[in-house]
């Protein structure tokens, strides 16, 4: 009924045969997705701290550049070479709720949220309370952010 397979397979299912390409291990997967997710709620940090400066978005980007170098093995992540810059101010700018604080504070839960996530799945304590505690300051901005403007 069937015509029998006429090749050999690409997948080596043999026990101890070697490979052509690496493997990874979950933990080195998730050691690389957590990074990820980190490097790139840094990356929103370092946008909100260029439209708004605080101590505390210094000191949660300076913590989260140490996780996402510890998780990448000392490697340093890319940052903003410009978090002094001032926003712009142009009509277009200020319009647009995709590009501002609020939008920006949303990703950034959005972002921390993820990353708690695969934290919790690694078991990566220090990276899972830095997680919570950046859900729980944008949450916080977040609603802020709705009490002024009215919206909600």
Do not use: N
């Not at 370092?46 to 400066?53: G, M, Q």
């Not at 708690?116 to 950046?134: C, G, N």
């Amino acid at each position: 009924m069937y015509e029998p397979i006429r090749t050999k397979s690409v997948h080596s299912t043999m026990a101890g045969a070697p490979s052509d390409f690496p493997h990874r291990s979950r933990e080195e997967e998730l050691d690389i997705q957590l990074a990820g997710h980190l490097a790139a709620l840094l990356a929103v940090t370092d946008e909100l701290r260029a439209t708004a400066p605080s101590a505390d978005l210094d000191t949660a980007a300076e913590r989260l550049a140490v996780q996402v170098a510890r998780l990448r093995g000392g490697r340093k992540p890319a940052r903003s070479t410009s978090p002094d810059r001032t926003p712009d101010r142009t009509p277009d700018r200020t319009l647009d709720r995709t590009s501002g604080p609020a939008a920006l504070h949303g990703r950034a839960h959005a972002l921390a949220g993820r990353a708690l996530v695969v934290a919790a799945s690694r078991a990566d304590t220090a990276a899972a309370i830095l997680a919570a505690e950046r859900m729980d300051a944008h949450a916080a901005a977040q609603a802020e952010a709705q009490e002024l403007t009215g919206v909600g």
